[in-house]
C-alpha cells in the first residue's frame, strides 16, 4: 500500500470550496456523535442496573455548561442529517451533482434556520431568560410521582 | 463538460459525473456497505431527530431522571424505538469509523490495531444498550419500588 502524507495546512489550503468544507463537518460531526453515543449508550443502559447511579451521572447533564455540550451534539446530528439527505439526494440522482454547491448552501441555510429556536429554547434558560423547557409537563408529573428524583429538586 | 472515457469495470458515465452501476457484476462489501449507510442514514433521521427533539425540547434535560426513562421504557413500543435507534446509529456509526479510519490510518499493522480497538468498543456498547433494552422488565421494577 502506498503512504501518502499531507500536512494539516496543506490540507486546509486545498481549495475545496463548498463541497469539501461540508465533507470534514460532515465527518467531524459523525465521530463527535459517535464518540458521545458510546458514554450515552452505556450511561442510559445503567438505569436498567442501578437507578441511583444514573441520577448520579445526569447531574453531569444538568450542569449548565453541558448545555452547551448538548446543543453542539444536536448541531452536529441536525448537521448530519441534512447534509446526509443531500449527499442521498444527490447519489440517487446524479444529474443533481451538477448543483451541488448550490444544495451544500441550501442544506447550511436549513440547518441555521432550524437552529435558531433551538438555541434559544435550549440556552436562554441558562441565562435565565426563559423557562426550562417542559417544565409545565414537568411540574404536572411531579403532582403524582413526588418521590421521582427530579421532582424532590422542585420541592426544595 | 469533458466526457470520460469509458473504463474497464465500470458502467456506461453518467450526468453529473460519476459511473452508473456496471452491469452483470455482484454487489461486494463496499457497495453493501454503501447502501446500508443511506438506508440507515434516512432511518436515523426520523429515529434521532424525534429523540433530540423530545429529550431536548419537550421533556427537557433539566427534568430527567431514573424514573422519567423507566416509565417511558415500560412501553414495549418504546423499547423497541430504541433498540432501533441504538442498532442503526452505533453501526451507522461503526461503518463511518472504519472509513475514517482506513482514510488517515494507512500502515497496515497500526490500522488493524486501531480498526481492533474501535470495532471492539462500538460492538460492546451495542450489546450492553441493546441487552439492556431487552431484558428490562418494568413489572419487577415497580414491585421493587
Known amino acids: 500500500m502506498e503512504v501518502r502524507n499531507r500536512g494539516l495546512v496543506t490540507a486546509l489550503r486545498y481549495r475545496g470550496r463548498e463541497g469539501m468544507w461540508a465533507w470534514l463537518l460532515h465527518r467531524a460531526t459523525g465521530l463527535g456523535v459517535l464518540f458521545f453515543l458510546i458514554i450515552h449508550v452505556i450511561e442510559t443502559a445503567a438505569v436498567v442496573y442501578s437507578p441511583e447511579f444514573y441520577d448520579e451521572a445526569l447531574q453531569i447533564y444538568k450542569n449548565p455548561f453541558f448545555r452547551f455540550a448538548e446543543l453542539l451534539i444536536f448541531f452536529s446530528v441536525l448537521f448530519h442529517a441534512v447534509n446526509g439527505s443531500r449527499i442521498v439526494i444527490q447519489d440517487f440522482w446524479p444529474y443533481l451533482m451538477e448543483r451541488q454547491r448550490q444544495l451544500t448552501w441550501a442544506a447550511g441555510i436549513v440547518v441555521l434556520l432550524v437552529m435558531v429556536p433551538v438555541t434559544w429554547i435550549m440556552v436562554a434558560p441558562v441565562f435565565g431568560l426563559a423557562e426550562e423547557p417542559g417544565l409545565e409537563r414537568h411540574l404536572e408529573r411531579c403532582v403524582e410521582r413526588t418521590q421521582a428524583p427530579a421532582c424532590l429538586e422542585v420541592v426544595e | ?145
Open chain 2, 1 to 145: 463538460m469533458t466526457v470520460a472515457a469509458q473504463v474497464d469495470g465500470r458502467g456506461e458515465p453518467r450526468r453529473g459525473g460519476g459511473y452508473d452501476r456496471p452491469k452483470g457484476r455482484l454487489a461486494n462489501f463496499e457497495v453493501f456497505s454503501w447502501f446500508f449507510m443511506r438506508i440507515s442514514g434516512l432511518v436515523l433521521i426520523l429515529l434521532a431527530l424525534y429523540h433530540l427533539i423530545w429529550w431536548n425540547l419537550v421533556i427537557g434535560v433539566e427534568h430527567l431522571d431514573s424514573q422519567v426513562v423507566i416509565e417511558r421504557w415500560s412501553n414495549p413500543f418504546w423499547r423497541l424505538f430504541n433498540v432501533l435507534l441504538v442498532t442503526f446509529a452505533l453501526l451507522h456509526g461503526l461503518n463511518g469509523a472504519r472509513y475514517s479510519i482506513e482514510d488517515y490510518i494507512r500502515r497496515r499493522g497500526l490500522q488493524i490495531a486501531v480498526k481492533t480497538i474501535v470495532y471492539s468498543v462500538v460492538l460492546v456498547t451495542l450489546v450492553i444498550g441493546v441487552y439492556a433494552l431487552l431484558t428490562f422488565d418494568p413489572a419487577s421494577f415497580f414491585a421493587i419500588r
